[in-house]
C-alpha cells in the first residue's frame, strides 16, 4: 500500500506541470488549427430564397452565396460601389420619348439604360441541376417519386457539375422577382422604374396560377421582360423610367443575385418541396461559399465554393487610405487571391451567456455584447468615451465599433392641431422639445453610450452628412470650444413661452399643456422608458400621457395619422441622402398616400420637396451637398422630428481574427476575413488548461481512505480471529 501511496505523489508530480491538451474543446480539435471561422446564431434563417429574404440574419447566409452584379468596396468610406460579376460598372445611357440619346442633364430624359458586361471567369457552385447527358438534356429533370426515395441531401445524388454565369440568369432573377406567388418585397417599387416589369407581373402572375392549378413547371425562358434584354451571353440591357440614380444600389441587393434556370426548374419538381430542396433550404450561387450543412435546429455549415472566381483583397492608395482612415493592419493582405478562410461552422445558440462563456474560452472568433456582459467588456470614462475592460485586453480581445446608417427619432404628427402645423408658434413648440429631450442622456442610460445624438435625418458615412460644426443643428445645440453643447432647459423655456405656453401653461386656456405619446411599451424596461420620457416634457411643465398598445394596433394609427407623437427607426437601403431624406418628402405623407407612404410624421414644405425632386436624380457633387444643406436647414428649423441617434455597433473579435472592418452596407464580407489558426490553438490551450491538482489530491483521497479502511478491515479480521482462538 505504501509503494501505491508512493505512486500517486508521483504522478501528481508529473502531470501538473504539463501542459494539458483542451479537454472542453466544443469544436473538432483538427478543424481549430485550420482556416475556419467558429461562429453562432440565435434566429435560424427562414427563407435563403433571394427574391424573398430582407432579414439581416438571412442575409448574413445569403451574401457569401449569392453575387448580384455590384457589391460596396470593404475598406472605402464614404461606401462605394465596385463591379462584381460585371467587368466594370454599368454602362448608363439617356433616351427621351423619340428613343433619341440624350445628355444626363437634358430636360427630356425618358428613359435611363444601365448596360452590364459581366465577366466570363464566373461559375456556379456544383450542384446536381446542372448535370446534362450526352443529349445536353437536364440528367435530373425528370425525378420520378421512387428516385427520390433515397434522396435527403443534395449530397445524395450521385452526379453534380457546373456552369458559367450568363447574362440571361440576372434576366431570369428579375422575371421570378415579377411572379406575384414568390412575394418578393421590392416588387411594387421596382415595378414603378422598370420598363414594362408591371405588365409582365400581371401577365406572369396568371399563367403562375395556371401552372399551378395543371402541376407544370414554370419556365421562365419562354417569356420576356420589355426593359429587360439579353443582348449576347455576357451582356444586359436594364431601362428603367426617367432618370432614378438611385437603381445602381439596388444592382448590390440580393434581390438582383443570378438565378440558373435549371436550379429553378429542378426545385420545381414534385416531390422536392418534402424533401426541403427549395431556394429557401438550398441556394445555388457563385458566391465565394456554398451551403453544406442546413441544420437550423443546431448547426449550419459554409464552405469555400471551389468554382469561384478570382477575386483579390482589395488595395488603396495613400488619398484613399486616410480619407477612409483605415488601420495600416487592414491592407497586409493587400492583392491576395479570396477567399481566406475554407469553412465557416454556425452554432444554434439560444441563450447569450453561454455563447458568451465560450467566447472567453476562445470558442468562437467573435461576439457581440449583450447587456448581460457589458460592464464586464467596456468600460466608459467621465466623458462618455468607451474602452475594453482590463479583462478583455490582457486577452488581446480587439472591439470593433462603427455608427450604423439609421436613425431612430421622435416624430411629431404635422397634421395635428396642436403639435402639428408650421406657424411661428407651433415651430418654436417643437423646437423646445427638441431642446428639452436629453438625447446623450437617453444613449448612455439606455444604450450603454452605444449611439451618437442626430443633427438631422441623415446618418454618418452617407453623402449629405457632415461632422463638425458644419453638420450641427443650431436649432438644438450650441458650438463651443470645438463640441456641441445642447442649449440650456431656460432656452427652451423661452421658446415655450414664445409660442403660447409659459411654463407649460396654455395662455389661451389656462390649463396645463397635455400631450400624447403612442408608443408599444409592454415590459419593465420600456416602463423605465416612458417615466424617463415624462420626465423630459416635465421639465418644461408639459404633462405627456403614455397610449401603450400592442405593435399592429400602433402602426395602423400611424397610417391613418391618429396620433400626435411617437418613435419610430430607419435603417439604409441604400448609402444615398434620398434614402433617408425621402422620409420627409410631402409626397410620400400617409395622409397623401392612403396610409402606404413612409412620411408618417406627414411633414409637407413645399420648398424641402423642391429640393428633393431636384437631388433625388443628382449624382453626388458640390451642388448636390449645397442643397441638402439648404433641406437640412429647413426640416431643423420646422422640426417634425425629434432628431434622436444613430446607433452604434459594437463586436469583440479575438486577436487571430484578421481583416475584421465593420461595413453596415456590405453582407458579402466573410471572404476578406482571414485566422491565425496557431494563434487561436495556443491561446485556446493557455486559457483551458484543466485544473488537475484537486482531481489528483481526490484520487489520493480516495487511495488513502482506502488504505485505512483496509487496515481497519484487517485489524478486525485479526481481532476476530484471536477471539476465536
Known amino acids: 500500500m505504501k509503494m501505491i501511496i508512493l505512486k500517486v505523489f508521483l504522478f501528481m508530480m508529473i502531470l501538473e506541470p504539463l501542459p494539458a491538451d483542451v479537454w472542453n474543446n466544443p469544436h ?75 445628355d444626363e442633364n437634358d430636360a427630356h430624359i425618358a428613359f435611363s439604360e444601365y448596360r452590364l458586361r459581366l ?12 448535370v446534362k447527358d450526352a443529349n445536353g438534356t437536364l440528367f435530373y429533370g425528370k425525378l420520378s417519386e421512387e428516385a427520390l426515395e433515397n434522396i435527403q441531401t443534395l449530397d445524395d445524388f450521385e452526379k453534380q457539375a457546373t456552369r458559367h454565369l450568363t447574362a440571361s440568369d440576372y434576366a431570369y432573377a428579375i422575371k421570378r422577382m415579377a411572379v406575384r406567388q414568390n412575394h418578393s418585397p421590392i416588387l411594387d417599387n421596382m415595378a414603378e422604374y422598370i420598363v ?50 438611385q437603381f445602381i444600389y439596388w444592382l448590390s441587393m440580393y434581390f438582383f443575385s443570378p438565378i440558373p434556370w435549371e436550379a429553378d426548374l429542378f426545385y420545381q419538381q414534385k416531390g422536392m418541396k418534402g424533401k426541403n430542396l427549395t431556394w429557401n433550404w438550398s441556394p445555388v450561387g457563385t458566391g465565394a461559399y456554398y451551403l453544406v450543412k442546413n441544420d437550423p435546429s443546431r448547426e449550419m455549415v459554409l464552405k469555400a465554393n471551389p468554382n469561384f472566381h478570382d477575386e483579390r483583397y482589395p488595395s488603396l492608395n495613400e488619398e484613399e487610405r486616410n480619407s477612409s482612415n483605415i488601420p495600416r493592419e487592414l491592407l497586409s493582405d493587400a492583392g491576395k487571391k479570396l477567399p481566406f478562410i475554407k469553412e465557416v461552422i454556425y452554432t444554434l445558440e439560444k441563450e447569450s451567456i453561454p455563447l458568451w462563456n465560450k467566447f472567453l474560452q476562445g470558442y468562437y472568433d467573435a461576439s457581440g455584447i449583450s447587456s448581460e456582459a457589458f460592464d464586464q467588456a467596456v468600460q466608459i470614462s467621465a466623458s462618455g468615451t468607451m474602452d475594453l475592460s482590463s479583462e478583455m485586453s490582457q486577452k488581446g480581445i480587439v472591439l470593433k465599433g462603427s455608427v450604423q446608417p439609421s436613425i431612430f427619432y421622435m416624430a411629431f404628427n404635422m397634421e395635428d392641431p396642436v403639435v402639428g402645423g408650421y406657424s411661428e408658434s407651433a415651430k418654436k413648440l417643437r423646437q423646445a422639445i427638441s431642446i428639452a ?19 438631422g435625418p441623415i446618418a454618418p458615412g452617407i453623402f449629405g452628412h ?140 413645399p420648398e424641402f420637396d423642391k429640393l428633393f425632386d431636384e437631388i433625388k436624380i443628382m449624382s453626388n457633387s458640390p451642388q448636390r451637398q449645397e442643397k441638402i444643406q439648404k433641406m437640412l436647414t429647413l426640416v431643423r428649423e420646422d422640426a417634425p422630428w425629434v432628431w434622436g441617434f444613430h446607433p452604434k455597433s459594437l463586436a469583440l473579435t479575438h486577436l487571430w481574427f484578421k481583416n475584421v472592418f465593420p461595413n453596415a452596407m456590405a453582407n458579402n464580407t466573410l471572404k476578406y476575413k482571414r485566422i491565425d489558426a496557431k494563434l487561436r490553438v495556443e491561446k485556446q490551450k493557455e486559457w483551458n488548461q484543466p485544473v488537475l491538482l484537486p482531481l489528483v489530491l481526490f484520487v489520493l483521497l480516495l487511495v488513502l481512505s482506502g488504505y485505512f479502511l483496509h487496515k481497519l478491515y484487517l485489524n478486525r479480521q485479526k481481532a476476530v480471529i484471536k477471539q476465536e482462538r
Open 28 to 102: 473538432d480539435s483538427e478543424k481549430i488549427a485550420t482556416q475556419t471561422l467558429f461562429s453562432a446564431f440565435s434566429m435560424p434563417p427562414k427563407r435563403l430564397d433571394p427574391v424573398v429574404s430582407y432579414n439581416a440574419n438571412e442575409w448574413a447566409i445569403i451574401g457569401q452565396i449569392y453575387e448580384p452584379p455590384l457589391q460596396y468596396n470593404y475598406l472605402k468610406r464614404p461606401y462605394a460601389l465596385e463591379a462584381l460579376t460585371l467587368k466594370e460598372m454599368p454602362a448608363l445611357t439617356y433616351y427621351d420619348l423619340e428613343g433619341r440619346l440624350v
Open 119 to 130: 465577366r466570363e471567369d464566373v461559375k456556379y457552385q456544383d450542384h446536381p441541376a446542372f
Open 196 to 245: 414594362g416589369l408591371k405588365a409582365f407581373s400581371q401577365n406572369i402572375t396568371k399563367i403562375a396560377e395556371e401552372k399551378k392549378r395543371t402541376k407544370e413547371v414554370l419556365d421562365l425562358r419562354a417569356y420576356n421582360i420589355a426593359g429587360v434584354k439579353v443582348l449576347s451571353d455576357h451582356t444586359l440591357s436594364i431601362r428603367i423610367k426617367g432618370k432614378y440614380p
Open 437 to 455: 429631450q436629453n438625447q446623450e442622456e437617453y444613449i448612455s442610460i439606455f444604450m450603454n453610450e452605444r449611439g451618437i445624438a442626430a443633427q
Open 466 to 605: 457632415l461632422d463638425g460644426e458644419k453638420g450641427t443643428d443650431k436649432v438644438v445645440y450650441e458650438w463651443k470650444s470645438g463640441k456641441r453643447v445642447r442649449k440650456s432647459i431656460e432656452v427652451a423655456k423661452r421658446l415655450l413661452a414664445e409660442a403660447g405656453y409659459p411654463e407649460g401653461i396654455s395662455m389661451k386656456t389656462g390649463k396645463q399643456l397635455k400631450l400624447h405619446y403612442d408608443a408599444t411599451a409592454t415590459g419593465p424596461d420600456d416602463r423605465a422608458l416612458m417615466d424617463w420620457r415624462r420626465k423630459q416634457f416635465a421639465k418644461l411643465g408639459i404633462q405627456l400621457v403614455i397610449r401603450s398598445t400592442d405593435y399592429n394596433r400602433f402602426q395602423d394609427k400611424v397610417r391613418k395619422a391618429k396620433v400626435q407623437i411617437f418613435s419610430w427607426g430607419w435603417n439604409a437601403d441604400y448609402p444615398d441622402p434620398e434614402n433617408f431624406l425621402f422620409l420627409l418628402y410631402g409626397g410620400n405623407a400617409v395622409v397623401n398616400t392612403n396610409g402606404a407612404g413612409i412620411n408618417s410624421s406627414n411633414y409637407q414644405n
